[in-house]
């Protein structure tokens, strides 16, 4: 058993985890002690062996309302991108919408 967010205070839930090109594993989950207003979406790399690698990453840049529902998609070739998708209530000021970033892997 691997835990991924071992020094988190808050809650954490609804993962989402994707094997990469080179092998490590990225996981995406919500926090609900990060941003100060309620859930946010983290990102934290793993190695192929369940090793850390580098700081978990706080995916979403709005930190009112709900950011949830995390999910990950793989892009293929070794360096390149993963995308995180997620659910963010009142950041386009009409209720819950869909937002992605893309995440280089370091």
Known sequence: VIEV???STGDTGLPSVQTLSSGDIAVAFENNEVDGSSNAVQVQRLSATGEVIGPRVTVNR??????ACPDLVAMEGAGVPFMVLWESEDQDSDGWGAFLRVLKPE
Request: charged share 20%; glycine share 12%.
């Open 5 to 7: 967010s071992p020094t």
């Open 62 to 67: 709005t930190w009112d309302g709900d950011q």
